[in-house]
């Protein structure tokens, strides 16, 4: 046991470095200079005046220094908790910015992601056993699981936003409206949050309703399915048996499609512009913001990697097998 | 009699017809009687197996009735099956390795399944059946892919006898297995019927040499009709049905150098269940064939105990 977690921990350490060394490297590769759009938007005349403004900006995010000092000079911030401070917003720290975007999207994210894996297996284990619904349900399951994500959220924002005029298409909350605890803000924050999850919700949903329908009829056929009927047990243990173990797979499934889930969420929240990481990502490459964006993909990737860790310690839980291989060389 | 089995017909549903995979096949088994089933491929012995306990979903029962201790079994019936399955006729699969749910410890599977049938779980009883068969008490908290293969058929074997059935369909249990596992498993089996776990059995193989060891009496399918049934020494010794009489030729015997003496075998192949010809089937390759063979020849009793069907055999 100990084994096996230390080599999954050892290589989570190692796809983290790699993943912020290329998240260091990805903005500072792009064409564009920072420094140059800071400097047009602070709209100074005076040559002397830009020059010494260069080099003050400069100096402060350390461009003047060699590549790889940079790249020192970064994992130490990053370890003291220093994400830098945002050019797009400046002089707003990183993490503050982040902070604030960070609500929005788990509050997308973690319903979606769980509701529909959810109801999902629910739905294809039931769709499994009906032939008719299996028969309708199949299509509109492939559909669906095949549509991206951004189109959808158009067709939503357009169909049930713009025609319908039923929910609104942008933001998070109502534009005249300030953050607090009342129950106006709050209605308004669902009735934001809705379009955006449905797209993700149903798109996933579609997916894992598939899964779960193809993987049940997989175990309907098993061997212990037949010699458990052979012995009289009843359809209801049947199914529990073969659900559980038609889950595992699905289990896998969730951790391989977390990262097309976040990435999936971030346009998303651009179709709606909804204030979260995504809609920060899109800030910051437009603005030539690299500390912005650095920091998003780093809360992103701890985010998925934090994720994919937590369902492997599930996956150990769930499946007695996992546990054995873990007893020899594991 | 524990089973009567009386005219029994089920066909398989294809695209391209009915194949008459068991076509009117009358026997009986007795109580304490192990009767063994043999044949090649597509003689039938499986479906016949199968019938007695549960029709898959291509299988379709056409006619004929079986009677288990005295009560009908309504074969198409799954649901009304329920009630004879595991507590009266029970079965031990060719896929025992796979039959044990993997994600379950297998005491709990035990205890879920017993319970799902309404039977009171009781451990000591449990515990001794598989010190019966060798295996101690610890596997029942272990997954069943913590057990080597030759362990897992022994729980299978343990699990199905758990209610004392009256028949027991062991099918091709030994077909995987290396020859002294064989006779463990073969020996297994005789162990149960004469502490009385289980009344009485039938099992299929295609290995005449393995079953005439534990059988009582052997029975002889040859494209889904029987051919010859006999106590086993009388069966093996001296068989009336050609087939049988091939089939038996056909067996390697100790003490004779085949690099001196071919083995013989059946030339020719079973015919077609499809759209089977009329008379007797083995017919076309039966060195006896005669005008009268077009005709079906009865299952009748040539001696005591000794059934064939085949017109040369009176």
């Not at chain 2, 304490?32 to 306990?53: F, N, Y």
């Amino acid at each position: 046991m100990r084994r096996y977690f230390g080599r999954k921990l050892l290589i989570y350490g190692l796809t983290f470095f790699v993943a912020v060394t290329i998240n260091w490297m990805i903005p500072r590769f792009m064409p564009g200079d920072p420094v140059q759009s800071m400097l047009s938007r602070a709209n100074v005349a005076q040559p002397a005046a830009v020059e010494a403004m260069r080099a003050h900006y400069t100096a402060m995010f350390g461009f003047d220094l060699p590549l790889w000092q940079q790249y020192l000079n970064f994992w130490g911030a990053l370890l003291r908790g220093d994400l830098g401070i945002s050019i797009w917003l400046f002089p707003t720290p990183v993490s503050d910015v982040i902070i604030r975007a960070v609500p929005y999207t788990l509050g997308l994210l973690i319903p979606s992601i769980l509701l529909s894996w959810f109801a999902g297996n629910r739905f294809g284990a039931f769709a499994a056993r009906r032939k008719w619904l299996d028969n309708t349900v199949l299509p509109v399951g492939y559909v669906l699981t095949a549509t991206p994500y951004m189109w959808l959220a158009i067709l939503l924002a357009w169909a049930l936003g713009i025609v319908a005029g039923v929910f609104p298409v942008a933001g998070a909350y109502g534009f005249d409206l300030q953050p607090s605890l009342s129950w106006g803000f709050v209605g308004s924050l669902a009735e934001h949050w809705f379009l955006p999850f449905a797209s993700l919700f149903l798109v996933a949903f579609g997916g894992w309703a598939i899964g779960m329908r193809n993987m049940i009829i997989y175990e309907l056929e098993a061997d212990y399915v037949n010699y458990l009927r052979a012995l009289g047990a009843p359809a209801r243990l049947v199914r529990r048996y073969a659900f559980r173990n038609a889950i595992l797979p699905q289990v896998t499934g969730l951790a391989l499609q977390l990262g097309v889930l976040v990435a999936g969420a971030l346009v998303t929240e651009i179709v709606f512009s909804y204030p979260g990481l995504g809609h920060l990502i899109l800030q910051a490459i437009q603005n030539q913001d690299f500390f912005l964006l650095q920091g998003t993909f780093l809360f992103i990737v701890i985010g998925v990697l934090i994720a994919n860790f937590v369902i492997d310690v599930a996956y150990v839980l769930v499946d007695p097998r996992t546990r054995t291989g873990m007893g020899e060389a594991a | 009699m524990a089973l009567n089995v009386t005219d029994l017909r089920v066909y398989y549903r294809t695209l391209r017809g009915e194949v008459k995979a068991l076509d009117g096949v009358t026997f009986s088994v007795a109580d304490g009687e192990i009767m063994g089933l043999a044949g090649e491929s597509g003689s039938g012995k499986s479906t016949l197996a199968k019938s007695l306990i549960r029709l898959d979903g291509r299988m379709r029962h056409v006619g004929g009735t079986v009677e288990l201790d005295g009560a009908a079994m309504p074969l198409s019936d799954d649901d009304a099956m329920d009630e004879f399955r595991f507590r009266k006729v029970s079965l031990i699969p060719q896929y025992s390795m796979s039959a044990l749910n993997p994600t379950r410890k297998i005491g709990r599977m035990v205890g879920e399944l017993l319970d799902s049938r309404g039977e009171r779980p009781d451990r000591a009883e449990l515990e001794r059946r598989l010190e019966l068969v060798g295996l101690s008490k610890d596997v029942l908290d272990r997954y069943p892919i913590e057990l080597s293969g030759g362990m897992k058929q022994r729980v299978v074997m343990v699990v199905s006898t758990l209610l004392n059935p009256s028949l027991l369909i062991a099918d091709e249990v030994t077909s995987a297995l290396d020859v002294s596992s064989q006779k463990a498993v073969a020996t297994t089996l005789l162990g149960f019927r004469d502490r009385g776990l289980v009344t009485s059995m039938m099992v299929v193989t295609h290995d005449i040499s393995l079953v005439y060891q534990i059988a009582d009496s052997i029975m002889v399918m040859y494209a889904g009709r029987l051919a010859e049934k006999a106590p086993a020494d009388v069966l093996v010794t001296a068989p009336r049905h050609p087939y049988t009489q091939q089939l038996v030729s056909a067996l390697p015997e100790v003490g004779v150098r085949y690099e001196d003496r071919r083995l013989a075998g059946i030339p020719g192949s079973p015919p077609s269940l499809l759209k089977p010809p009329g008379g007797c089937r083995f017919r076309d390759r039966c060195p006896l064939a005669f005008d009268q063979c077009a005709e079906q020849p009865p299952f009748a009793e040539v001696a005591p105990g000794h059934l064939v069907a085949c017109w040369k055999a009176e």
